[in-house]
């Protein structure tokens, strides 16, 4: 039995300690410069893995055109007669750019420059599929090119994380493991924190769970690390209380678990958590601020509980999804899926401000879709070479410039 054939065996609301494997131990110009010129001091001869790498995946694919607005470009209220946001409804970030007011938690990370927003950012020959443009991204392939490793996979598996750390990564929210997946990673799914946490001492053999499930059973016998890393963080978050106030909800819950893990120093190299419900193709307007909102606040709240426990400057926030949307409004109130978006990079030592390129409204594909400024490989690259140490050139496939986001 495959990792995927037990996973959904298990369920979703299950314990998914489930995804450790055995391991030995283009150019893009940007609208502003870094604000201290230069990369942060960088190891010698290991990898960073003291900074912490978060992933906030905005599953379905976020429409970018209203988290990040143009809201002074007529052709964007010419496309979305009914969608369309007006100077007065966004958080203005400059005389062209605002953002979506649901996001207005955010702005003391922009006035504090720590907030950067990383306009356009795609990929050649772009994919509308769900399945195949996530799996574009958190492989970090090309359009034409299938992998079935995860780009941290692979960095793991080139540049290993200390032995003694509990995990090299952590899934809140999704039990797939996505950039995560493959050989090279000691990575664990918590499809639902709380039960983890109640479950977590029992997942390991001879314990009642793998009595009561023989593949359960064989994979903890397999992986025992796996066991070794759950009760660990278990017993890690448990022992931690912030004062930070959290947001309710799936994402707000995963946003405190994650902190904790990190107060905890337990040790984790990265963390992906994801907020579900963004394919928006009808009655958008309020679902995506909705969304948006939770966003915000989880995000403001992440940025508290790392700095109540000391991590926020070594701590590099990265959101991705598999797609923007369309910037043509669709008959159903919604938008349908589109190519490039713009996503944010958050943490202590960022260069805020907006990078990129603004959206080319007048640009667009012969699908109505607009054109990517930034590969979203340059992201990765900058999480690779600049925050971690670890060259990105074999990982990704090719030479991606970083970005220069970081002070």
């Not at 953002?99 to 990370?109: I, N, V």
């Not at 969304?291 to 070594?314: F, M, V």
Request: a neutral charge; charged letters at 20%; hydrophobic letters at 45%.
């Amino acid at each position: 039995m495959d990792r995927r054939s037990f996973l959904f065996g298990l369920g979703a609301a299950s314990l998914t300690v489930l995804s450790a494997t055995s391991r030995a131990a283009p150019q893009m110009d940007s609208s502003r410069t870094p604000a201290s010129g230069g990369a942060p001091d960088m190891p010698r001869g290991s990898p960073h893995y003291e900074r912490l790498l978060v992933l906030v995946e905005l599953k379905g694919g976020n429409d970018g055109l209203n988290m990040v607005v143009p809201y002074a470009d007529p052709r964007y209220a010419a496309l979305r007669p009914r969608l369309g946001l007006k100077r007065e409804q966004v958080l203005p970030l400059s005389e062209f750019a605002g953002l979506h007011k649901a996001l207005e938690p955010l702005l003391p990370l922009w006035r504090d420059r720590q907030l950067a927003v990383v306009q356009g950012v795609g990929y050649p020959d772009p994919d509308l599929s769900h399945f195949r443009s996530i799996d574009i991204w958190e492989t970090a392939s090309g359009a034409h090119e299938t992998r079935s490793d995860g780009w941290l996979a692979r960095a793991f598996a080139k540049a290993p994380v200390p032995a003694a750390f509990a995990a090299d990564g952590v899934v809140l929210g999704a039990a797939d493991m996505g950039p995560f997946e493959g050989p090279g990673s000691r990575a664990i799914a918590l499809a639902n924190a709380d039960q983890f946490l109640r479950q977590a001492r029992l997942a390991q053999p001879g314990g009642e769970a793998a009595r009561a499930n023989p593949a359960l059973a064989h994979l903890l016998k397999v992986e025992q690390d796996v066991s070794t890393a759950a009760n660990h963080l278990a017993g890690s978050v448990n022992a931690v209380r912030l004062a930070t106030a959290f947001p309710g909800g799936p994402f707000g819950q995963a946003v405190k678990t994650a902190c904790q893990l990190v107060a905890s120093n337990a040790g984790v190299a990265c963390l992906r958590i994801t907020l579900n419900g963004f394919d928006t193709h009808q009655n958008q307007a309020g679902t995506q601020a909705g969304l948006l909102r939770q966003l915000g606040e989880g995000l403001a709240a992440l940025r508290a509980g790392l700095a109540e426990s000391g991590r926020w400057n070594d701590t590099l926030v990265m959101t991705y999804a598999e797609f923007g949307r369309r910037p043509k409004e669709n008959q159903s109130g919604g938008t349908d899926h589109g190519t490039a978006a713009p996503h944010f990079v958050l943490g202590g030592r960022v260069a805020g401000g907006l990078y990129g390129a603004a959206p080319a409204l007048d640009r667009l594909d012969g699908n109505g879709n607009l054109p990517f400024a930034v590969d979203f490989r340059q992201l990765y690259a900058t999480a690779l070479d600049t925050w971690w140490g670890i060259p990105s050139r074999d990982i990704l496939g090719g030479r991606f410039a970083p970005l220069p986001l970081l002070a």
